[in-house]
Nanobody, 115 residues
């Protein structure tokens, strides 16, 4: 399985951004797909996950601003981030989970939010 995240960039506070993660090398619909982020000097943080059947769950710090969705026909998972804040600056990673653990990780895409 390979994961390729994209869509990051430099944005202004208050802007929105849509990140994508392309899945290949396996059966996409068998995996829960998660998003994580890691800010400079901080530990990796859970952003949210969309289950293989579509239900989504979010970390407390992003509830109400971030939306995860998936397209099983295109093997893509998305993270829509709204009302961006400077503290959202981080490398955003997608990951795939079949059972209890996240088995596969993408390389990350950097989001920088200027104030």
């Amino acid at each position: 399985v390979q994961l390729q995240a994209s869509g990051g960039g430099l944005v202004q506070a208050g802007d929105s951004l849509k990140l994508s993660c392309a899945f290949s090398g396996g059966t996409f619909s068998r995996y829960d797909m998660g998003w994580f982020r890691q800010a400079p000097g901080k530990e990796r943080e859970f952003v949210g996950v969309v289950a293989r059947f579509g239900g989504a769950y979010y970390g407390d710090s992003v509830k109400g601003r971030f939306t995860i969705s998936r397209d099983n026909a295109k093997n893509l998972v998305y993270l829509l981030v709204n009302s961006l804040k400077p503290e959202d600056t981080a490398v955003y990673y997608c990951a795939a989970k079949w059972r209890a653990e996240y088995d596969y990780w993408g390389q990350g895409t950097l989001v920088t939010v200027s104030s």
